[in-house]
């Protein structure tokens, strides 16, 4: 009898369990038990594990050998479990020094002839190695420069199982590695959409400088043509850097989604969503078999998930989306556990006034019946756009505005104001939990308005008349503590707190 064992990490969700792998090697009949809750990819490794060890020249052990995934009731999914699994058995059967495997986490999926390949989820799975104490980790060399960015983590590339033997003291030939190819120039990053491309619009323009410079959520209605969703994909260009910690984050998310090319480095930049309408709700905000995996609201972390055509998408979809609108995470039940998401994003949605998108102005040239665009419009429940703090008009533009001389604001200069009024709220709320306008609660903000209570005159009236819920009062109030900021004053006037009514309302109720 002989026992060999080595550590591995299940991930679920954002986080990861450390999972002690042993191998039980018995003289008895030849035989492979896979135990610990596997799923089918993961029960699969016997097939792949006993491949890779022949190919790699260490001779498969002609034992009854039962593998142990540790602890039992935790379910385990993938088949980054290969790496950790062969060796556990190589140290069972004295081929590799058990003293050496037994602390080291071994991480990576195995080919058929011995090369490692990468799996997704290394950084959080790195991360919660070294949060347990177990900051040896063994990767794919494809998976080292994402390992290498937790910081602590003693991270070792190999190329294949038998450089990862060799190393745990094998006695076989030193492996050959395969020289790397030349490092090529950085990945090109796309070209940001330029906010001067977009024509007329100055309303618009203004509602997406306030969105962006307080984290709030955007709500454009206007015909085909007018330019909503340009407006929309020129959000994320406004928007700061993230910081490092907003960045370790939005990559962990990226890499277990599978999106996530560590060539590039962590990513800098605040992500842009941009679903299509006939996506499912486990697209939007995750799902699938086995273990949950980050849908588009999670991917777009700490950046914009835009949603054109918003009153395609299915009523079921949308209200998935309540949850992190409030919360700014996702928590996904299935009935092996929860997996917990981060998705504290900028909403951005666009729909046309009616089906047809005519209803503008007079709506002389809408054909759609009332009960249609009733239908249309019943998509976006009362509760979804009660969250939505910024909801503005978007005109057709005219002959006038395109033939005029003087052009929009590039990028650049909006991106320096909202910089500025992001600074300005940091400065405020440091101390706090808040990092924006748009997610400090009520009560804070009331508070600090002072004693001055003219200055709630306007939302008390569109209160009493229902036309503002006590949820609306507070994000109106966030919107004009927003144009303060953009304004450089220290606290909001009765003149932003209308503004940000007329913003919230489509200009439907005056102040």
């Excluded at 492979?32 to 792949?48: K, M, N, Q």
């Excluded at 206007?222 to 907003?246: E, F, N, Q, V, Y």
């Excluded at 006038?400 to 003087?406: A, K, L, N």
């Excluded at 220290?490 to 009514?501: K, M, N, Y």
Aim: with cysteine; net charge positive.
């Amino acid at each position: 009898m002989a026992l060999g064992r080595t550590l591995a990490v299940s991930p679920l969700g954002m986080s990861g369990h450390l999972v002690e792998v042993e191998a039980h090697l018995a003289a008895s009949v030849p035989g492979f038990t896979l135990v610990g809750l596997p799923d089918t990819a993961l029960a699969e490794s016997r097939d792949r594990v006993r491949a890779a060890i022949t190919s790699s020249g260490l001779g498969w052990p002609q034992r009854r050998i039962t593998v142990n995934l540790s602890p039992a009731s935790l379910p385990k999914a993938g088949s980054g479990f290969d790496l950790a699994i062969a060796v556990a058995m190589l140290a069972g059967a004295g081929v590799v020094d058990a003293s050496r495997t037994a602390g080291v986490v071994h991480l990576g999926e195995l080919a058929l002839d011995g090369r490692l390949r990468p799996v997704r989820g290394v950084l959080p799975a790195v991360s919660a190695a070294v949060a347990a104490g177990r900051p040896r980790v063994v990767v794919p060399e494809a998976n080292a420069a994402e390992a290498l960015l937790v910081p602590g983590a003693d991270v070792v590339a190999a190329q294949t199982l038998a450089e990862v033997a060799f190393r745990h003291g094998a006695d076989i030939p030193r492996p050959e590695r395969t020289a790397a190819p030349p490092p090529g120039p950085p990945p090109e990053r796309p070209p940001v959409p330029d906010l001067a491309d977009v024509l007329g619009q100055h309303e618009a323009r203004a509602a997406l400088e306030v969105a962006a410079a307080g984290g709030h959520h955007l709500l454009m209605v206007g015909p085909p043509g007018a330019g909503k969703t340009m407006l929309a994909a020129r959000m994320p260009g406004l928007l700061p850097d993230l910081s490092d910690d907003d960045a370790v984050e939005v990559t962990a998310v990226h890499s277990v989604a599978g999106t996530f090319d560590p060539a590039g480095g962590l990513l800098r930049r605040p992500p842009f969503e941009d679903p299509h309408h006939t996506a499912t709700a486990a697209a939007i905000i995750g799902g699938g078999s086995g273990v949950p995996r980050p849908g588009a609201a999670s991917r777009a972390h700490r950046g914009v998930l835009f949603m054109d055509e918003a009153p395609e998408f299915s009523p079921g979809v949308l209200q998935t989306l309540r949850q992190p609108l409030e919360h700014g995470e996702l928590v996904i039940q299935r009935a092996g556990g929860a997996a917990r998401y981060p998705a504290r994003f900028q909403l951005v949605l666009a729909a046309n006034p009616c089906p047809c998108g005519k209803a503008v102005g007079k709506g002389l040239g809408c054909v759609c019946p009332p009960v249609v665009r009733r239908r249309y419009w019943s998509r976006l429940s009362g509760p979804l756009l009660d969250r939505v703090d910024l909801q503005v008009e978007v005109h057709a533009v005219s002959r006038v505005q395109i033939g005029g001389t003087e052009a929009g604001e590039a990028t650049d200069a909006v991106a320096a104001r909202v910089r500025s009024a992001r600074a300005r709220q940091a400065e405020r709320l440091a101390g706090t939990p808040w990092r924006t306008n748009a997610e400090v609660p009520g009560h804070w903000l009331r508070a600090s308005l002072g004693a001055d209570r003219s200055l709630m005159a306007d939302l008390d009236r569109a209160l009493d008349r229902g036309a503002l819920s006590l949820r609306g009062v507070d994000r109106v109030l966030r919107v004009a503590w927003t144009l303060a900021d953009l304004a450089g004053r220290p606290t909001p006037r009765r003149s932003d707190i209308g503004q940000g009514l007329l913003l919230r309302t489509r200009g439907q109720v005056s102040a």
